[in-house]
């Protein structure tokens, strides 16, 4: 298994400005996944996280809006930047290990105003 | 790539009436397949996962779900509802090799009135 810290938990951000996102797990993996959940939508894939290199963001997600840091085998950040409002969504960190359920961390519940 | 349709976007059931939600998932490969629930304003929880072995897989709460590979299909079962049932669920798979993020359905949405 692994246990996976993640915060803020949640956070009321201006529009403009970013936040940084920090995800810690007990235990060294070699790729993390930042996933969005848009209110009353399913879990969206924003990035893959692989420690030494850069992050391999999904379709209509792009480094300069979600840049992604792995500094090491068990933490990445993601940051949102020059937020809006349609950026209000639940950020959550996973890791997925082989023949078990990926593990989730709590989400951070993100309102921009 | 991986994609994943649940195909009842909204589901109103009558408690102890029998549940089944339809997922099909798309990957030319082997997959691991789970079923995750989010009960209003709460986290993900995990119901079910199918690895290998027995295509009928039994998870918490008295749900269960078959695994039909010829129809690449994950259904979701349940014999009798029960009002605190209702939540959102999503089906979602990924490659078994580990290290490969999950891909979810859209989701279905259960209520289900006394």
């Known amino acids: 298994s692994a246990v996976i810290s993640q915060k803020p938990s949640r956070d009321i951000c201006q529009r403009g400005t970013s936040l940084t996102i920090q995800c810690q797990v007990d235990?060294?993996?070699?790729?993390m996944f930042w996933y969005r959940q848009q209110p009353g939508q399913s879990l969206t894939l924003i990035a893959t996280a692989n420690q030494g290199s850069e992050a391999t963001y999904e379709s209509g997600f792009v480094i300069d809006k979600f840049p992604i840091s792995r500094p090491n085998l068990t933490f990445s950040t993601l940051t949102v930047s020059n937020m809006s409002p349609e950026d209000s969504s639940i950020y959550l960190c996973s890791v997925a290990r082989e023949n078990t359920e990926a593990f989730f961390g709590q989400g951070t519940r993100l309102t921009v105003v | 790539a991986q994609s994943v349709s649940q195909h009842n976007h909204h589901v109103i059931l009558s408690e102890a009436a029998s549940l089944e939600l339809g997922c099909n998932y798309s990957?030319?490969?082997?997959?691991?397949l789970f079923w995750y629930v989010q009960y209003p304003g709460q986290h993900l929880q995990l119901l079910l996962k199918?690895?290998?072995?027995?295509?009928l897989v039994k998870g918490i709460k008295g749900f269960e779900a078959e695994f039909i590979k010829s129809k690449f299909s994950f259904n979701l079962r349940k014999p009798s509802v029960q009002w605190s049932d209702t939540a959102e669920y999503f089906c979602?798979?990924?490659?078994?090799?580990?290290?490969?993020?999950?891909?979810f359905g859209k989701g279905t949405r259960l209520s289900v009135i006394a």
């Open positions: 235990s060294q993996v070699t790729m």
């Open positions: 979602a798979v990924n490659a078994p090799m580990g290290n490969t993020p999950l891909v």
């Open positions: 199918y690895f290998s072995g027995d295509p």
């Open positions: 990957y030319g490969g082997t997959v691991n």
